[in-house]
């Protein structure tokens, strides 16, 4: 039997909205616990704790106390898949488990004791770190699916009566107001979302999902990053990408704003046609927080800051393979463009795109026309072309033509952008355009650094240190 096999068995999925069988195969950094609170034929809560791609599932009729002395009976059921923790809605009439779930509390778990994986165990001792669940906690098996759930001494038995907690930790709603089928409420917690003056309205609206990314956490993670990030965005033009319904709705290219936004400030540029036009640009970090709270939560930069509109001083390079190409040869591609930078006398830094390719940025401090600029860039990518004719190429058609690595320069000109170091992309997982070592590219897919990953990063040194001396 496959281990999912006996929760699909109990469910039709036609008729339920619980999530289909299916184990997680990635493997998760930070392990997951959810307690669902489920009103069915009899109430009880669900403990559920990530094991192995799926979630060990335990009914505990009396739900878990932060009381030392109690022992909580807490039934072994099916295990249920990965994506059940995102689950609350109700189950229809005639169907297992029909009822009412609430996500009751939901985060982090570590297990401190080593796990068979046949799960033939006396105990397991787990810390959780949820937000109403904190601490130690054990189960102890006593006989066949029987355990018992019990709060070991630390810092968190004087804990609050959690009996009293009678909504969801995800959606605020009541049993009552989930079974109803109401939307759900916000938090009404004003203090959680101001962030740098700025107010952040609909805090809790979801931007991504699994995991689920609200547009308050990304608020959040670019005040956390700001101090880094704005060298490289402030008082340059910009280009946002807005999604006000999430990164599977509607997605807008913003090269204007019309309205007064702190932070942001406005310059009129001419255009082709001659026609002067208003673009705008960040003065300070509220500027990225008031972006955000307009729901633009991508940043795109130009080459060149506002003082000096006419003489750009970031030059990018774009290594963005096609799919079949393997990232070994992008990696080689990034070696051999540094190596000629290298030979010109040209410092060089790398980041990740946050979506499948690297990019390769040099500061450029010898003041040069955009026109100089653009020549140069291409300059640099027809030299590598020289070297390795049947690797590189300088032209997007011959690219795709014959399978060779374009190394897009073009972006060097005046009006185009390119993604912001620290921009998170509204790609279908939320990753990070991050930058990154010299000695990292072996070992960092362009893809994989979150915004956690980017927090815990900038506490580190700044590989990027020396980017304008
Ligand atoms: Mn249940």
Redesign the pocket.
Known sequence: MKKLDKYNEKRNFNKTNEPNGKVNKKRSKKLRFVVQH?I?RKD?Y?LRLEFNGVLKSW?VPKGPSYNTKDKRLAVLVEDHPYEYRNFEGCIPQGEY?AGTVMIWDEGYLEYINDIPNDFNIKSIKFILKGKRLKGKWTLVHFKEDNWLLIKEKDEYNEFKNIKKLNTSIKTNRTMQEIKEGKNKKLKTSIKDAVIENIKITNPDKLIFKNPNITKLDIAYYYHKVSKRMMPYIQNRIISTIRCPDGVNGDKFFMKHLNSENDGIGKIKIKNKSNKKEDYYYIKDSRGIISEVQMNSFEFHIWGSNIDKINNPNYMVFDLDPDEKLNIKKLRRGVKDLKSILDKLGLKSYLKTSGGKGFHVVVPIKQKMNYRKFRKTSKQIVELLEEEYPDLYTSNMRKAKRKGKIFIDWVRNTKGSTSVAPYSIRLRDKCSVSMPISWKELDTIKPNEITMEDAINRIKKSDPWKTFFD
């Open positions: 489920h069915a009880h669900d009914a488990g």
